[in-house]
């Protein structure tokens, strides 16, 4: 069964290291909005699946965050939420990890718990290797060809 979260109120994330972020629900509207964005707009077509997921979790990132607490200017002073502080925020490794695994992949669930059965291990399909390659992985490798 699908269970729908009706609120549209902002929740908190913890990234670790001190640092929490202020995050809109992950709607389609938001996602759309993400894809929209000039920044992935002009990526070249050779740009790798690292460097999308990057400019596409800044550019969600950008959308998404109202408000932030732990994070400071190189005094240490507090600073307010921008664009610039957003992308340098998620220039730290953990701190991105974090934000792709628990906002990001959390939004992208749905996927996973659509099929809720799993492959019989005796039938018709036994033995059978998945030949099947993702679609992003297949456009590359043809425009490689």
Do not use: C
């Amino acid at each position: 069964m699908l269970k729908l979260n009706l609120s549209n109120e902002p929740t908190w994330l913890d990234l670790g290291h001190g640092v929490r972020l202020q995050l809109l629900p992950l709607t389609t509207a938001l996602m759309v909005a993400a894809r929209n964005d000039p920044a992935i707009a002009n990526l070249p077509e050779e740009t790798g699946d690292e460097e999308s997921a990057l400019v596409f979790a800044k550019a969600l990132a950008r959308i998404a965050i109202t408000d932030w607490e732990g994070v400071g200017d190189e005094s240490g002073d507090p600073v307010a939420v921008s664009p610039e502080g957003i992308n340098a925020l998620l220039d730290i490794w953990p701190l991105f990890e974090t934000f792709q695994t628990d906002y990001v992949a959390s939004g992208l669930l749905l996927d996973q718990e659509k099929n809720v059965s799993s492959p019989l291990p005796s039938g018709p399909s036994a033995g059978v290797k998945d030949t099947a390659r993702p679609a992003l992985k297949s456009a590359k490798l043809a425009r490689k060809s």
